[in-house]
């Protein structure tokens, strides 16, 4: 079977891939842009685009929205990650961080599948943001996050060891239980 993955993100489809194919679950990546609204938790960023898509495509799809939320600046860039990566980018970040000890920060996952009707799955990973860019590998802000108990960050590991460990891996495997459960 074939299930839909909305995202512009091909690091999200390779870590999605990971977790649904030993389930016999191709992901099709299809990028189609959609209204990312102004609100307070991703929970209700992604409700509003699976609603929203499924008034205009057809069959099963899921999205996923993520975030950064940093202690020492109040849970910024949270919901607003997206923006913030593309803007002041990952030295940016770290130069917000300069003068702060308190390193803490988490990561944030929901993923939204549409069946007929919405499907949420929530995941998180805690852990500091470095102090220096490393690694290649991964997407987005992983080169400055290392998850609690890990000396490498998120671009330093392979998509399995970061899915082992990840908000979007604890996410992706709530779905696949559910999906175990409930796909005829
Ligand atoms: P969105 O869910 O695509 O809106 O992503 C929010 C922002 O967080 C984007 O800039 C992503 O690159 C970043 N992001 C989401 N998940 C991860 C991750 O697993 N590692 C690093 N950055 C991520």
Redesign the pocket.
Known sequence: MEITFITS?AGKVREAANYLEPLGVRVVQRHVPYP?IQADTLEEVARYGVEWLSRRIDGNFFI?????FINALSGFPGVY??YV??TVGLKGVLKLMEDSDDRRAS?R?VIAYWDGEPHVFKGEVRGEITRELRGSG?????PI?KPEGFSKT?AEMSVEEKNRV???GAALRLFCRWLKENLK
């Open positions: 993100n990312e996923e929205d993520s975030g950064l990650s997206a990566y593309r990561f996952s991964g997407f987005g802000f992983d996050f998120f990840s908000h979007r």
